[in-house]
């Protein structure tokens, strides 16, 4: 992984784009409150696209299709999200 792949607290120290944990008695610098206030505002988007996904039950339950084909399913689920959310396919 690289320093592209965002992800959340959890993951610092594993190479990823993470926000700066605040230690206690520390003061963070304007600059260091900024770039978390970056990172968070993308990873936002991402994590509510996926909470959003999960919604749709044939992909939060068991899948009860032939294995082969949940790509495909996903790839409708994902289409249809997108297409809710607003966007086209041009």
Same mark, same amino acid.
């Given at each position: 992984m *690289?320093?592209?792949?965002? /992800? *959340?607290? $959890?993951y610092v120290g594993l $190479?990823?784009?993470t926000p700066v944990k605040h230690k206690p008695g520390v003061k963070m #610098?304007? /600059?260091?409150?900024?770039n978390n206030r970056?990172?968070?505002?993308l990873?936002?988007?991402v994590? %509510? +696209?996926i909470a959003h996904i999960k919604t749709w039950r044939v992909l939060h339950m068991g899948f009860r %299709?032939?294995?082969? #084909?949940y790509? %495909?399913?996903?790839?409708? +689920?994902r289409g249809l999200v997108f297409l809710a959310a607003g966007g086209t396919f041009e």
């Open positions: *690289d320093k592209t792949t965002l /992800a *959340d607290k $959890g $190479g990823l784009l #610098s304007k /600059a260091v409150k900024e970056v990172i968070n505002k990873r936002v988007v994590e %509510r +696209v %299709r032939p294995l082969s #084909s790509q %495909r399913v996903f790839s409708v +689920v």
